[in-house]
């Protein structure tokens, strides 16, 4: 995996689609960070900040943004026209509280943020532990794959559920967010554009087909909350709606089961005694911290310069856009000794793997949760869980994860 970084003009050189790179990006990020906290990645069109205090600063920093079109048109930016066959993905994006900067995102991240209060959240404790026990209860005596079998379930069930979709409805969710997500992925293709605008499209309908359905007999979920909002006057859109209940079943998936599955394979690999961890309740939620530090499910947010700028001394235009590599800010040095390894007691892990500023994840306790109940419940149950082979890597970059994790119980 070739790394070229000339520190001078602090031009990086690195093919973010090398297997060599996205299987194991820390390597890479190491030799960034014995250098630099700041390059201009060739490959990616732009600057990366991969530091933490730099990262962290600019997530919080209202000089950059998720959008443009706010402040400038595209001919004013000089973009090219929307692409013609992306219409429908474009609309669910254009309408995405993850894309919106104020006062559209206050406006949407108010409506949402009431679902995931602490009291909603922990009552769903119970109901996760046991999702997680009958889970266990299935599983096989041979080698078998925690990712599908453990992994992925949890956080899809409870999602759909915290949104009032049906669990059947669990499969084909995952393959309308798998296509849409790997939009945001590096080099992508014109085939992959055309799966993610039809699974917009297919996803958009399921969505406004169950709006009407919550419309008729509203339920205590997070969709019928929603609704309820829009017809209190609360100038929500239906395309608000339908773009926010996609983000959210999509967000509130696919970078946990990234988190856990990672989280399991470092505990794995490293042998970390979790006989001495799972009965703790403040030693399961440092581990929780240390391994989205040590392994975090993404690695890449970007953000638009809104108005000509200087940062770093870097001289940033109008509508160029930074890249913040969340998936380097926790092994910074600078930052933590022995970064390259997971300390199950390290005191304060920091890192970036929720964002920070506006856009810090809204589902981040959720998420925590997850994962401190499904690893007590798996490491409780199965305290000689082993790897069954090498895991696969995940083709993905930007969300950073496996394929597949065999392992025997």
């Known amino acids: 995996m070739p790394v070229r970084f ?14 060599a790179f996205f299987h194991d990006p820390y390597a890479a990020y190491a030799t960034m960070l014995q250098h630099t906290s700041v390059a201009y990645w060739e490959e990616l069109g732009c600057w990366c900040f ?22 400038a048109t595209r001919d004013e930016l000089g973009w090219p026209a929307p692409l013609p066959h992306t219409g429908h993905f474009d609309e669910v994006d254009a309408h995405s509280m993850l894309e919106r900067e104020p006062p559209v995102h206050t406006r949407l991240r108010a409506l949402v943020s009431r679902a995931f209060v602490s009291r909603r959240v922990e009552a769903l404790r119970p109901i996760i532990e046991e999702m997680a026990n009958d889970l266990v209860d299935a599983f096989p005596r041979e080698p078998f794959d925690l990712l599908t079998r453990y992994a ?10 915290m949104l009032g979709v049906p669990n059947d409805m669990a499969p084909r969710l995952l393959a309308w967010s798998h296509d849409m997500v790997a939009m945001y992925g590096v080099g992508r293709s014109y085939e992959v554009e055309l799966r993610a605008d039809r699974a917009a499209a297919e996803f958009s309908a399921y969505i406004r087909r169950l709006v009407d359905e919550r419309r008729a007999r509203p339920g205590d979920d997070l969709l019928s909350l929603l609704i309820a909002a829009e017809e209190q006057g609360e100038t929500l859109s239906e395309a608000e709606l339908v ?15 990234h988190a856990l599955g990672n989280a399991v ?16 309740d403040a030693a399961l939620s440092q581990l929780v911290e240390e391994a989205l530090r040590f392994v975090p499910p993404l690695h890449l947010f970007k953000r638009y310069v809104l ?3 200087e940062e770093s001394g870097i001289a940033l235009a109008r509508g160029e856009q930074i890249a913040l590599v969340l998936g380097a800010t926790g092994r910074d040095p600078r930052i ?4 390259d390894v997971l300390l199950p007691d390290r005191p304060h892990p920091q890192h970036t793997s929720f964002g920070a500023g506006i856009h810090f994840c809204v589902g981040a306790p959720l998420a ?7 690893l007590r419940v798996l490491f409780t149950r199965c305290p000689d869980l082993a790897l069954a082979g090498t895991p696969r890597p995940k083709d993905s970059w930007h969300f950073h994860g496996l394929d597949t994790l065999f392992v025997q119980v």
């Open 336 to 339: 933590h000794d022995a970064s």
């Open 50 to 71: 991969f530091g933490f205090e730099d990262v962290n600063r600019l997530l919080r920093d209202r000089r950059f943004g998720r959008e443009m079109l706010h402040v």
């Open 307 to 309: 108005a000509d700028t």
């Open 6 to 19: 000339d520190p001078v003009t602090r031009r990086l050189s690195l093919d973010p689609r090398d297997p």
């Open 368 to 374: 925590r949760l997850e994962l401190q109940c499904a």
């Open 243 to 257: 773009s926010t209940a996609i983000l959210l079943l999509n967000a509130g998936h696919e970078a946990t089961v």
């Open 265 to 280: 394979h470092a505990v794995l690999r490293q042998g970390v005694q979790m006989d001495r961890i799972v009965g703790h």
């Open 152 to 161: 992925t379930p949890i956080p899809v069930r409870i999602i759909a559920r």
